[in-house]
């Protein structure tokens, strides 16, 4: 049984299809069907990692590898498995394969063209999860808005495949939006009756609508966009304003959307098992208590430039029956004005990820603070690296250490770019991708809480610890409480001496979801809230 749901964005983009799309395969999951999930992106890029956070939202890095849209994150979150390079489809990697293809003399002198080669592969790219995986179900999310220019092809694309296989076994669910009109104080339904005009026009019928809105949805108004959509009134479905995406789920079940779904898949209708999810949504939308936790970085524009982050602490929170007020700041700021000011009133700070020199010595400033005043640190990724210049300079005596990435002429290069990188020159999909194994010391706080002596992580740079250093930093009292199977690299530093102060050159927050909060995020949210306590 290979069944396809296919999930569509009308009227503008950010409406949350991601989140809808998310929501139908965890109800699926929960009903007992074997569920996979795969999110298209009409750009031209091959893949996301070559995009910058501030325009696009963080990259998400699968298992294999794969720098992926954060779209990719929140279906793992949500169906709580590990996707792959396969859940993940963009105009770029399809016509890279397609003119590989003709490169290599593949179509026998065929006209290489839009409609069919270019459409066959991509139905051969939607096919591919569920042939490997064996999944029941695939929900794929078409990015973009319907009447793109960009998604033209792959709603072709979606056309043709539906008269490909039987009809039972294909559905269409167009997320669109019921804007409120101020002056009439009225939700209006029209944006949504021209978005879905424009998929007719293309040769595709919706069967389920799905309305964002802001307030309950009047009867007349979806018996409207019933009667000018050609749909029952019962597959309009109401997708409210939440406190948060995790309560869609539980919200989109109540307006019986998978059931919707499994009748036009004519599939069994069996009980739902949702408790545990139901527990933790009470926990987060109503936590005992609440920490205020700084996020250090420079993509602070916009939010979802950390999402996965942010979801950790949620996850963590959950576990721990508290809510977490993340405060962003600017590092640059932090350089210019100084710390005391913005990081006194904290429980705790966190430093991520990212790249390139902006930034960096305010970063490495707060880290300072931090240290100095005990107050809980967690670095990632970049935030390690800051972490270990930091101590370099102002404990272990090496003056003006830098990273060889900011600084390459400087002395003390406690960071430097990996040995099988530095023949690199290409940028996209060449740094150290996806997931590797760690070795953890068991006397260390991150063994405290991982429970165990191997982990795997996934990890996104080309620069590291520079080993050469290794000695003189841990006789100082930096302690190495995790390295790669053979010692060569640096995955986990701690300070001994301080309530935590934990960096990983990994990033933890692609393994975090609400069903199994990552360890480490858990250990650094009891800090704060043991901080804020005392």
Known sequence: MRKFVFVTGGVLSGLGKGVVAASIGLLLKSRGYRVTMQKIDPYLNVDAGTMNPQEHGEVFVTIDGKETDLDIGRYERFLNEDLTADNYITTGQVYWNVIHKERNGEFLGQTVQIIPHITDEIKRLIRRPVEKDGAEISVVEVGGTVGDIEGLPFLESLRQFKEEIPREDIVFVHVTLLPLLASSDELKTKPTQHSVKELRTIGIQPDIIVARCNRAIPTAAKEKIALFCSIPPTHVIEDRDLATPYGAPLALMEEEL????????????????????????????APAQRVKIGLVGKYIELGDSYISIADAFVHAGAELNAGVDISLLSAEQLQRDGTDRLLRDLDGVLVPGGFGERGIEGKVKTITYLRENKIPFFGICLG???????????????DRANSAEFDPATLYPVIDLMEEQTQVTQKGGTMRLGEYEAVLCDDSK??????CHRIRERHRH??????????????????VAASSPDGRLVEIIELVDHPWFVAVQFHPEFRSRLLAPHPLFVGFLNACLTKKSS
């Not at 390690?384 to 090496?398: K, T, Y």
């Not at 991150?446 to 429970?451: D, V």
């Open 258 to 285: 998978d059931l919707r779904v499994l009748e036009k898949l004519a599939l069994p209708i069996e009980s739902v098992k949702l408790e545990r999810w139901e527990e933790l949504i009470e926990r987060v939308t």
């Open 462 to 479: 080309r620069f590291e610890f520079n080993s050469a250093f290794r000695e003189q930093l841990t006789r100082a009292g930096m302690r």
């Open 446 to 451: 991150s063994f405290t809480y991982y429970r």
């Open 384 to 398: 390690m690296q800051c972490a270990v210049i930091e101590f370099a300079r102002n404990v272990a005596g090496l």
